[in-house]
């Protein structure tokens, strides 16, 4: 579950340290309308950060790590997560800790995947196919959670 | 055994497990809606989408939070998007056949 909530935090990191550095180092082009606006917004959340992310970031790329692999990661995440809330009615994994943790990060995905995916279709894609079926399970679970004895 | 245990005992435990739906549902609802005012008409949609799956999935029960969410669905029935505002005509049409009321004065106020 720590590394489930870490894997999708450092998506929203790394987006927002890119979002500040193409703040930082480029005109808002007309052509990129669109991206420039919600540019703006990252760029103001990213302000702030500690500059300690954006090292950290930097450490992260040069092991290789890439916005590729975060996508890719990121999917498998909610892909996991989406299967652990479908069995839990049986298993009794999941708790009020576990689902505080889980909703800043899985809802924040919404947004954060926005900037993160290269494309409008591929974040559609990710959100209908897995995202948001995701956190309407978890919400349905956490019906059951409440009726269920061990709880 | 059931059968033994007065009708008044019972009442209480059931209140708790709706206050308890509540307590879990409210913070994933809100944070859902919250993410309904974004800048960005996809995120809205995605969100809004995500919002009636909650209804279209967990139904009867879910609609606790009817009066939470209706300030939203009232914003967005303006929304410049014409996606978002169909999606939302389509989400007060859910809430009102699970409600069983028209919802027309609620979302004008």
Same mark, same amino acid.
């Given at each position: 579950m720590?590394?489930?909530?870490?894997?999708?935090?450092w998506a929203?990191?790394?987006?927002?340290?890119?979002?500040a550095?193409k703040a930082?180092?480029?005109?808002a082009?007309a052509?990129k309308?669109?991206?420039?606006?919600?540019?703006?917004?990252?760029?103001?959340?990213?302000?702030?950060?500690?500059?300690?992310?954006?090292?950290?970031?930097?450490?992260?790329?040069?092991?290789?790590?890439?916005?590729?692999?975060?996508?890719?990661?990121?999917d498998?995440?909610?892909?996991?997560l989406h299967?652990?809330f479908?069995?839990?009615?049986?298993?009794?994994?999941?708790?009020?800790?576990?689902?505080d943790?889980?909703?800043?990060?899985?809802?924040?995905?919404?947004?954060?995947?926005?900037?993160?995916r290269?494309?409008?279709e591929q974040?559609?894609?990710?959100?209908?196919?897995?995202?948001?079926?995701?956190?309407?399970?978890?919400?349905?679970?956490?019906?059951?959670f409440?009726?269920?004895?061990?709880? | 055994?059931?059968?033994?245990?007065?009708?008044?005992?019972?009442?209480?435990?059931?209140?708790?497990?709706?206050?308890a739906?509540?307590t *879990?549902? @409210?913070p994933?609802?809100?944070? &859902?809606?919250?993410? !309904?005012?974004?800048r960005?008409? /996809?995120?809205?949609?995605?969100?809004?989408?995500v919002?009636?799956?909650?209804?279209?999935?967990?139904?009867e029960?879910?609609?606790?939070?009817?009066?939470?969410t209706?300030?939203?669905v009232?914003? *967005?029935? @303006?929304?410049?998007?014409?996606? &978002?505002?169909?999606? !939302?005509?389509?989400l007060?049409? /859910?809430l009102?056949?699970?409600?069983?009321?028209?919802l027309?004065?609620?979302?004008?106020?």
């Amino acid at each position: 579950m720590d590394h489930c909530v870490s894997y999708l935090q450092w998506a929203d990191l790394s987006v927002s340290c890119k979002a500040a550095r193409k703040a930082h180092s480029r005109e808002a082009p007309a052509a990129k309308k669109r991206r420039t606006t919600t540019t703006t917004t990252a760029a103001a959340a990213a302000d702030s950060e500690s500059s300690s992310e954006d090292a950290w970031l930097d450490a992260v790329t040069a092991t290789g790590g890439s916005v590729r692999d975060q996508i890719a990661v990121c999917d498998q995440v909610v892909r996991a997560l989406h299967q652990v809330f479908v069995v839990d009615a049986q298993l009794h994994f999941m708790g009020k800790e576990k689902f505080d943790r889980l909703l800043p990060v899985l809802v924040g995905q919404l947004e954060w995947s926005y900037y993160v995916r290269p494309s409008a279709e591929q974040y559609k894609t990710f959100v209908h196919a897995l995202l948001a079926p995701a956190i309407v399970e978890m919400a349905a679970l956490m019906g059951n959670f409440v009726c269920t004895p061990s709880s | 055994m059931l059968c033994a245990v007065s009708p008044p005992f019972l009442i209480p435990s059931s209140l708790s497990l709706i206050t308890a739906n509540q307590t *879990l549902w @409210q913070p994933l609802n809100h944070a &859902v809606l919250l993410k !309904t005012r974004s800048r960005v008409a /996809l995120v809205r949609f995605s969100a809004l989408k995500v919002v009636l799956g909650f209804y279209e999935k967990i139904r009867e029960p879910y609609i606790v939070l009817l009066p939470e969410t209706l300030p939203f669905v009232a914003e *967005l029935m @303006q929304d410049t998007d014409e996606h &978002v505002e169909r999606l !939302t005509h389509q989400l007060s049409k /859910l809430l009102e056949q699970l409600s069983g009321e028209s919802l027309d004065d609620a979302l004008k106020k």
